[in-house]
């Protein structure tokens, strides 16, 4: 039996705006919860937003935290599901994703998830009728609660700037981004398959945000990837960024994320800016000048005893110079700086012989 044509055209028009309104209320859902976290991180306690907001304490902590579950239904098309090859027409792009589509999707974080969607914002703010690498740059740059906005940031990102780029770019189309859904490139289907190999290389059992943008950096030949180079951000140099996220200087406690360079001792890490500011230091005292502090270091006094070079051990006594955080400005509320961190003069050195290689590497 051959199927009535007109009834099926019907069927097609009544899925494609079933899938519309899906798209719109994820959408929805996905500024919903950002208003919650926005919430939380303005200082109100989740039990407060859970009255408010007529929700179980349980529910709110699963949406501050990013763990809410995530819809695994066959019939429901997200955008996530089309570029993990889950219709018909990508069922070859599928085969490339090891451990099917459907799991793929599930692995996908709350930060990632948000990406996506923004992404598809994005192209759509554009009248762009597909979805490429540069719309999913601008949507992790969106995606607030994510590392790779943090990271984007630090490195000098700006999310109008990237607009701009890409209109000159590829200009403002006057009509479309109205195609439901939008069809992704085989540029962005590639980026999200490596961000799945980062995950996995990371030992995350989520693609996050972060490793959405290493993947964007890792293709290398997108838009996107572009505007990452034009940025100054290689591939190599954004994965020892990331690998620094959980650290911080011990001297200025800046975040790794936020530093170009941390240099290393025994339980101790010290930034570029650290490092600039103790050599001025350093230069001062050698030509007796007045200066003793700058940037929020001093000269340790030479009656101090008791202070010891973090990085080698060396007694005050045993160097000639010795530089630690200013009086009070020490990131001392911090577990991690219970002791006071000091440099002398040769252990500088070599941080700074290791920064200067670092940045010809």
Avoid at 135 to 157: C, D, K, P, S
Avoid at 326 to 334: H, W
Avoid at 341 to 361: H, K, V
Wanted: aromatic content about 4%; glycine content about 8%.
């Amino acid at each position: 039996m051959r199927l009535d044509s007109l009834v099926l055209n019907d069927a097609l028009i009544a899925r494609n705006h079933l899938i519309e309104i899906e798209g719109k209320a994820e959408r929805r859902r996905v500024a919903y919860h950002q208003a919650i976290r926005r919430l939380h991180s303005s200082g109100a306690s989740m039990r407060q937003i859970a009255e408010a907001l007529d929700l179980s304490h349980q529910r709110v902590h699963q949406i501050v935290n990013g763990g809410e579950e995530m819809t695994t239904s066959p019939r429901k098309k997200t955008l996530l599901r089309r570029l993990v090859g889950r219709n018909r027409k990508d069922c070859e792009a599928s085969r490339e994703f090891a451990g099917g589509p459907g799991q793929l999707l599930d692995r996908f974080f709350v930060d990632a998830r948000d990406a996506m969607l923004l992404a598809e914002e994005e192209a759509r703010a554009l009248h762009h009728d597909y979805l490429g690498t540069e719309h999913l740059l601008l949507g992790l740059m969106r995606a607030e609660r994510g590392l790779a906005a943090r990271l984007l940031v630090a490195v000098g990102a700006d999310l109008q700037g990237t607009r701009d780029a890409i209109e000159r770019l590829l200009g403002r189309a006057q009509s479309g981004g109205s195609r439901s859904p939008l069809p992704t490139t085989p540029r962005l289907k590639k980026v999200v398959e490596l961000s799945r190999l980062e995950a996995k290389e990371s030992r995350s059992t989520h693609v996050r945000s972060e490793h959405l943008l290493l993947a964007l950096a890792r293709e290398g030949e997108g838009v996107g990837a572009r505007l990452l180079a034009e940025l100054g951000v290689a591939y190599e140099a954004l994965r020892r960024r990331l690998h620094r996220a959980a650290l911080a200087c011990s001297f200025c406690a800046r975040s790794g994320l936020d530093v170009d360079h941390l240099i290393a001792g025994p339980g101790v890490f010290i930034c570029e800016h650290c490092t600039g500011d103790a050599a001025r230091l350093v230069l001062e005292s050698e030509r007796q000048e007045a200066g003793e502090v700058a940037g929020g270091l001093r000269l340790v006094p030479d009656e101090t005893s008791s202070a010891s070079c973090s990085f080698c051990g060396k007694k005050r006594a045993d160097v000639d110079r010795l530089v630690a955080p200013e009086a009070g400005r020490q990131p001392g509320g911090d577990a991690r700086f219970a002791v006071v961190p000091s440099i002398f003069d040769q252990c500088l050195a070599i941080c700074q012989e290791i920064q200067q290689e670092e940045q010809r590497g």
